[in-house]
């Protein structure tokens, strides 16, 4: 959902406190709701708004983990993602079969169109040749 790998996870429960998630056996962690919505707003606050670590901790500090998660509601809100879910997988994948889909009809339009003119390359290659031939054996 968040489009992080495991170790930056990992490293940002090490630095905010906020980040607790659910420790299971293995050492797998399950992330609650609200562990989600932190994690999409410190995601927002460091990668687009460009803070730092130490920006983010004095953020939370001042507006409270209450503005946190409502700034986490909306990025994840902003990416599409509702209840944990993705909520227009199905058009974006739609979407993008129809695009690709176009695009399959679109190159094999083009590839005809270049076929066609390098046919006629050919044939007038070989006509010039033909002709060089015939000249030069008379």
Same mark, same amino acid.
């Given at each position: 959902?968040?489009?992080?790998?495991?170790?930056?996870? !990992?490293?940002?429960?090490?630095?905010?406190?906020? %980040? +607790?998630?659910? *420790?299971?056996?293995?050492?797998?962690?399950? &992330?609650?709701?609200?562990?989600?919505?932190?994690?999409?707003?410190?995601?927002?606050?460091?990668?687009?708004?460009?803070?730092?670590?130490?920006?983010?901790?004095?953020?939370?500090?001042?507006?409270?983990?209450?503005?946190?998660?409502?700034?986490? !509601?909306?990025?994840?809100?902003?990416?599409?993602? %509702? +209840?944990?879910? *993705?909520?227009?997988?199905?058009?974006?994948? &739609?979407?993008?079969?129809?695009?690709?889909?176009g695009?399959?009809?679109?190159?094999?339009?083009r590839?005809?169109?270049?076929?066609?003119?390098?046919?006629?390359?050919?044939?007038?290659?070989?006509?010039?040749?033909?002709?060089?031939?015939?000249?030069?054996?008379?």
């Amino acid at each position: 959902m968040l489009s992080l790998q495991a170790h930056v996870l !990992r490293f940002w429960e090490s630095k905010f406190s906020q %980040i +607790k998630p659910i *420790k299971r056996a293995a050492g797998r962690r399950f &992330y609650r709701p609200n562990d989600i919505l932190v994690l999409f707003a410190i995601k927002k606050l460091l990668h687009e708004n460009g803070m730092t670590i130490i920006g983010v901790k004095r953020f939370i500090k001042e507006n409270g983990i209450r503005h946190l998660i409502a700034m986490g !509601r909306k990025a994840r809100d902003e990416v599409g993602i %509702i +209840k944990g879910k *993705k909520h227009n997988l199905k058009k974006i994948l &739609y979407s993008l079969k129809k695009y690709q889909n176009g695009t399959k009809d679109l190159d094999r339009r083009r590839l005809t169109e270049i076929k066609t003119k390098l046919s006629s390359l050919r044939s007038r290659m070989t006509e010039r040749i033909a002709i060089s031939i015939s000249d030069f054996s008379e």
